[in-house]
């Protein structure tokens, strides 16, 4: 769990307290039962892995961690379905996002499972995508309008020494327009096609003096910077976990 602060916590602790803990005898097949819920002994084992992974020693102790955490977050669930707060529109997407999370990633580690990646296809699959993001990195502003003559209108201001931060607050791409129309930096290979290859023809401080036109409208661009790009290490270990999304749970126990 995601630590709290001293207030949030001593306000948890008590209402925590003040909750009417009954952990029967559990039932066969559970680890406890909490006011007439059997809590199962799978629930407790796939907690005590999670546990494990994250470097926690398979002991009594931590047993008997997960189970007083179980009963915890029983009580607390139980008192919100008596609030009917698992009805909430907006709780129920976010359990159901949770949930899909989970059957992905189970999805993706029984897929990587039965079809192994080995270290020469894990390499191959990287080489490839180096290739593709070339040896240099651009640091990119760019302003989105509808028409061609628009975009004329912009180049034709730049000449006459406006400042393109402030001609991109007409853009319509609204991610860049308050920043002056800065898409930071990243290689050709991010951006379609004709606006990737106008980015690589420009010189630096140089902006397209013609619109460049693509599926989202005609676009001037301003290359700001360029520098060498470096792809990051991969690690072969590492491929099945990168390509499974996160559950969007945390069991860690504090």
Excluded: C
Aim: aromatic share 6%.
């Amino acid at each position: 769990m995601h630590k709290l602060s001293q207030l949030a916590g001593a306000l948890l602790l008590g209402a925590l307290i003040s909750l009417p803990a009954a952990a029967q005898k559990a039932a066969s097949g559970a680890v406890v039962t909490v006011n007439g819920v059997a809590i199962p002994q799978t629930v407790a084992n796939a907690f005590v892995a999670e546990q494990r992974a994250q470097g926690a020693p398979d002991t009594p102790e931590l047993k008997n961690a997960v189970r007083e955490e179980l009963i915890r977050r029983e009580l607390l669930v139980q008192e919100a379905k008596k609030l009917n707060l698992d009805k909430q529109s907006d709780v129920s997407a976010q359990a159901d996002l949770a949930r899909q999370a989970i059957y992905i990633r189970a999805f993706v580690q029984d897929f990587v499972k039965k079809h192994p990646i080995s270290d020469q296809d894990l390499k191959a699959a990287y080489d490839k995508m180096k290739t593709q993001m070339g040896n240099t990195e651009y640091k990119v502003r760019h302003i989105l309008v509808e028409q061609e003559d628009e975009a004329k209108t912009i180049i034709a201001n730049l000449k006459k020494g406006a400042k393109f931060d402030e001609l991109a607050k007409q853009s319509k791409d609204p991610g860049s327009k308050d920043k002056g129309g800065d898409l930071g930096w990243n290689s050709t290979a991010s951006y379609v096609k004709p606006f990737g290859d106008a980015v690589g023809s420009l010189g630096k401080g140089k902006y397209t003096e013609t619109p460049v036109k693509t599926d989202f409208g005609y676009h001037v661009i301003l290359l700001e910077d360029s520098r060498p790009l470096t792809a990051p290490p991969v690690r072969p270990d590492q491929a099945a976990t990168d390509a499974a999304p996160a559950t969007g749970t945390d069991p860690e126990i504090r």
